[in-house]
């Protein structure tokens, strides 16, 4: 069976708007792909964190915008990582997970490709998939070619591909519908009170009216999880003993504001998460080292461990359980309590002793 012809559509998108939406329907029409992924990019390298909306936002407006169209998917695998989002590290991920079932398809806009010598292992790109170039106009085709000769000698920006001639590995060049939307100008016209109607989704601008997003950007960081709906409250049970124990050992070392997520059937990858946080990131390193220790001396190991340099963000994994150790900032702004809003949460602390009387 033939791998499926798969688009990847990264980006902030802080917000998805129709610009993003017309012009993956049209690489997907022209290419023959079988789907285009939608993946957010969670901690971009290049931006400065408080300018950007806090990704549980940013995923759900994606998944509002997609839904009308059966060929897209939101996908949230850099929510999964610590550390920057690089696409390099995302593309060799999936092409992990999906080996010869899938080949993808990197869709970018002519100014982002203009930037790639920036990025990450750039040159590795097409070792993973072909480059789809989009852009509204032929004025930057030729900058584009002159980028291409440099990173990659052995190819040429190919303008000619269709959906059944072309090779993997490939920079395609590919004129879109010239839409005049940009992410920066429709959070501008949001701040100046004037109408978003027909460049962003219906819905999606709904859910930034509810959500009050972009009308003034420090209230939105400040308060992450104001409207998010509250989670049920679940009493440990067997499958749960384990990070019942994880939790009690982050609380153990000082860990803040601790929580799990019974994530069961909601994800592939893990059945809880636990979060807490540390007041600075010398805390969250302490924290981290004690733990892993503490829990090794009751069997309890841990398989791998991302962030700890850092101190940032510090995954801990436990096979069926996800440890996530914040600094109390970074925490706020990915608000993962928020993406999972629908998870139960698990009670673990043990009920207080009565006084003898």
């Known amino acids: 069976m033939k791998p499926l012809k798969t688009g990847i559509f990264g980006g902030t998108l802080d917000p998805i708007h129709n610009g993003h939406l017309r012009s993956a329907e049209e690489v997907r029409e022209a290419f023959g792909l079988a789907e285009v992924w939608f993946i957010p990019s969670a901690r971009p390298p290049h931006k400065d964190a408080p300018c950007i909306s806090p990704f549980s936002h940013r995923l759900k407006m994606a998944d509002i915008a997609i839904r009308e169209n059966p060929a897209f998917r939101v996908v949230d695998l850099e929510a999964r990582r610590s550390g920057p989002s690089y696409s390099i590290d995302t593309l060799r ?32 790109l097409i070792d993973f998939c072909s480059i789809i170039i989009m852009s509204r106009d032929n004025a930057l085709k030729d900058d584009a070619a002159g980028v291409v000769s440099r990173v990659w000698p052995h190819i040429r920006l190919d303008e000619q591909a269709t959906a059944d001639n072309f090779a993997l590995g490939s920079v395609l060049f590919h004129r879109v519908t010239r839409l005049e939307i940009s992410a920066t100008s429709i959070r501008k016209k949001i701040k100046e009170g ?31 999880s104001t409207h998010q709906p509250q989670s049920t409250i679940k009493e440990p049970d067997a499958g749960s003993e384990r990070a019942v124990e994880i939790a009690r050992a982050i609380h153990d070392n000082k860990g803040e504001d601790i929580i799990i997520l019974d994530i069961r059937g909601m994800s592939a990858f893990a059945d809880f998460f ?34 700890e340099t850092e101190a940032k963000w510090v995954l801990m994994d436990y096979d069926d359980c996800i440890v996530h150790l914040f600094y109390e900032p970074v925490r706020k702004f990915y608000d993962l309590e928020g993406l999972w809003a629908d998870a139960p949460r698990i009670a673990w602390q043990e009920s207080p002793s009565l006084p003898d009387q």
């Open 93 to 124: 991920e999936l092409h992990e997970i999906h080996g010869e079932d899938r080949c993808f398809f990197f869709i970018m806009g002519a100014d982002a490709f203009l930037e790639i010598e920036k990025w990450k292992e750039y040159r590795k």
């Open 194 to 224: 004037k109408s978003i109607r027909y460049l962003v989704p219906e819905k999606v601008r709904e859910y930034m009216e509810t959500n009050r997003l972009y009308m003034d950007q420090e209230s939105d960081l400040a308060n992450v």
């Open 274 to 307: 636990v979060i807490a946080h540390g007041r600075s990131t010398r805390h969250v390193e302490g924290m981290t080292s004690k733990i892993r220790r503490g829990l090794r001396d009751k069997k309890i190991k841990c398989k791998g461990i991302e962030g």
